[in-house]
């Protein structure tokens, strides 16, 4: 059984930081395209950041330059970053493990207000 499990959500003053992290099991996080989306209210998801298997990243223009998306192979997790938060920012945020099949974590809460 496959399972991702996104944490590190919350609420930030715009100008501040989160790290997510999503911790996967029943799967290799390095064989797959892992990518986190995001969805704001009454809009539609979208992807933030990727990594593929040999490492390469990319990321949505609107995040380039203050977030960073991060594998750990060793605790089979991925990691997002995030620097410099805006209350467009705000979002609920989701894991996603792509190849053939693919997998959704439950989603993390991320609140960017003062």
């Known amino acids: 059984q496959v399972q991702l499990v996104e944490s590190g959500g919350g609420l930030v003053q715009p100008g501040g930081s989160l790290r997510l992290s999503c911790a996967a099991s029943g799967i290799i996080v390095s064989d797959y395209d892992m990518i986190w989306h995001r969805q704001a209210p009454g809009k539609q998801r979208e992807m933030v950041a990727g990594v593929v298997p040999d490492g390469r990243t990319n990321y949505a223009e609107s995040v380039k330059g203050r977030f960073t998306i991060s594998r750990d192979n060793a605790k089979n997790s991925v990691y997002l970053q995030m620097n410099s938060l805006k209350p467009e920012d705000t979002a609920v945020y989701y894991c996603?493990?792509?190849?053939?099949?693919?997998?959704w974590g439950q989603g993390t809460q991320v609140t960017v207000s003062s």
């Open positions: 996603n493990a792509r190849r053939a099949l693919q997998y």
